[in-house]
Structures are given as C-alpha cells and as structure tokens.
C-alpha cells in the first residue's frame, strides 16, 4: 500500500493564482481531512470529509475548497491563493472517524509570492 | 468549541533527562486523546493514544501518557530521553458530539523538543 500520497511536493504560486492539490489514499478509508502547518500554530483543520459526498468545514475553512466525488480522492482548491496562504499543507485519512489514528500524507510546501 | 494547549513550545534537554510536555484541553464531554509525532523532514506519525479505560497508555518508543480528567489533561513523558528524540511533539483532541456522527479532531500548537548530546 501507498498510504497517502500528495503532489505537488513543492508549489510556488503568484498572488491570485488558482491550483489543487492533489490527496489520494489506497486504504479504504471513509474519513480524510486536510490540515496546514504554520510555526507555532501548529495544525490547523481546514476541511474534512467522513465520505464521498459529504465534506464539511474545520477552523480555518476561508479560501479553500473540497470535494469528495471518490472515497480515495480528497483535493483542495485554493480559488485565489494569498501570501497568507503560505504553508505546509497536510493531507490525512483515517478508518472509523476523526476517533482513530490519522494517516499522514508527506506534505505539499507552498509558497505564495 | 473545542482547544487544545499545549504550552511549552521549545524545549531543551540533555541526553537521559527526564521529559514531560504538557497538553491540555477544552471539552466537558467524551473525548479520545492521541499524541503524534514530527521528526525532522517526516510526517506526522502516532506515537500513542487513549480511547478508554487505563487513564496510563504506554506508546512507542519508551513514550507514556496520562489521562487525568478532573484536570482536562493528557501529559506526555519518557524517563530518559535520546538524541533521537529530536522532534516536534503533537497532542490531539478528539471531542465525541453526542448527537452528530461527524466529530473532527483538533491538535495543538506543538512542542518542539531540543535533545542536547
């Protein structure tokens, strides 16, 4: 197994740019989320999903979008990206809910000029 | 809504020291607690949890973890720390909505812990 996958690694964009990045997990997993990685802020939820077609709002939801058309996709839009979208952006996935172990994907870093 | 602090954000120990980094959270109800792990240039990977019963969960390498509920607690500690355990340290919070069959989970600011040769 793969576990799950992200690309781009690296992505740098200009202000107003649009892109997706891309989540994919091969464990059958019902719920997949996507979190982003700023120092000292640790993890900060930004959308998740408890399946396909059904996706919902985390704490920092603003400038994102998601769908959930596959049980194995999960990708986030960024519809006019900002410099204060800046970040580490983490894909998980997790059997049974947000109530067991989260699998990690390796991160895509952004950079938005 | 539910939070979770963690309030030591860097620290700085000598090999074989002893550790104990604190977590904790904001929620009345039922919760299930993880901590997870950052070593460097790696993802987030489980070091333990605690779902129910023993509030004293043993994870991987040496980790433990107590739950204390009267305190909205879930501090990590290890005996004696290695060089290996260089890393930045996460807890998690996952609140159990009585009435909703989504929950989502919410993790701390970090540790960033320092180990000195």
């Known amino acids: 197994n793969a576990g799950v996958t992200q690309t781009p690694k690296f992505q740098v964009l200009k202000t107003g740019q649009s892109m997706t990045l891309q989540c994919a997990q091969d464990?059958?997993?019902?719920?997949m989320s996507w979190y982003r990685q700023d120092p000292g802020m640790g993890l900060r939820l930004i959308h998740y999903?408890?399946?396909?077609?059904?996706?919902d709002q985390g704490e920092v939801p603003n400038g994102y979008n998601v769908s959930r058309s596959t049980t194995e996709d999960f990708p986030l839009r960024l519809l006019s990206a900002a410099p204060s979208q800046t970040s580490v952006y983490f894909c998980?996935?997790?059997?049974?809910?947000?109530?067991?172990?989260?699998?990690f994907g390796p991160g895509t870093r952004l950079t938005v000029l | 809504a539910q939070s979770v602090s963690q309030h030591n954000h860097h620290v700085i120990l000598s090999e074989a020291a002893s550790l104990e980094l604190g977590c904790n959270y904001s929620?009345?109800?039922?919760?299930?607690l993880f901590w997870y792990v950052q070593y460097p240039g790696q993802h987030l990977q489980l070091l333990l949890k605690?779902?129910?019963?023993?509030?004293l969960v043993k994870g991987i390498k040496g980790f433990e973890a107590e739950f204390i509920k009267s305190k909205f607690s879930f501090n990590l500690r290890k005996p004696s720390v290695q060089w290996s355990d260089t890393a930045e340290y996460f807890c998690?919070?996952?609140?159990?909505?009585?009435?909703?069959?989504?929950?989502?989970?919410?993790f701390g600011s970090g540790t960033r812990l320092s180990i000195r040769p």
């Open positions: 605690y779902f129910s019963g023993d509030p």
């Open positions: 929620y009345g109800g039922t919760v299930n």
């Open positions: 464990m059958n997993h019902e719920y």
């Open positions: 998690a919070v996952n609140a159990l909505p009585m009435y909703s069959s989504a929950s989502k989970i919410i």
């Open positions: 999903s408890v399946g396909a077609g059904i996706t």
């Open positions: 998980a996935s997790s059997s049974s809910g947000a109530y067991n172990e989260q699998f």
